[in-house]
């Protein structure tokens, strides 16, 4: 049975840092990454990365948030630095076997979310 399980969210104020982790269990994946959903809005990719280290990333995200990832560990992080209150949102880890795409309804698993929030 295939799991993806985050942890690391929480409340943080504006110019802060978190780092959220991913960790997958079941099988391994060629493209793991982060979406995030804020209220009253559509889920929205934020950063990806493949098993040979390519990564993509939002434009709203790129040099503030670095993706990573341990494939000894199955697991991908998500390094988010100078945080704005518009990043609050559930961020939800998602794994895929193809390469990446941005749309979200292409991603076969989903972990469960972790709320992250930024206070001004």
């Known amino acids: 049975q295939v799991q993806l399980v985050e942890s690391g969210g929480g409340l943080v104020q504006a110019g802060g840092s978190l780092r959220l982790s991913c960790v997958a269990s079941?099988?391994?994946?060629?493209?793991m990454g982060w979406f995030r959903q804020a209220p009253g809005k559509e889920r929205e990719f934020v950063a990806a990365?493949?098993?040979?280290?390519?990564?993509n990333y939002a434009n709203s995200v790129k040099g503030r948030f670095t993706i990573s990832r341990d494939s000894a560990k199955n697991t991908v992080y998500l390094q988010m630095n100078s945080l704005k209150p518009e990043d609050t949102a559930v961020y939800s880890c998602?794994?895929?076997?193809?390469?990446?795409?941005?749309?979200?309804?292409?991603?076969?698993?989903w972990g469960q979310g972790t709320q992250v929030t930024v206070s001004s």
């Open positions: 990365m493949s098993s040979g280290g390519s990564s």
């Open positions: 079941g099988r391994t994946f060629n493209t």
């Open positions: 998602a794994a895929r076997q193809g390469l990446w795409i941005p749309a979200w309804s292409h991603w076969e698993y």
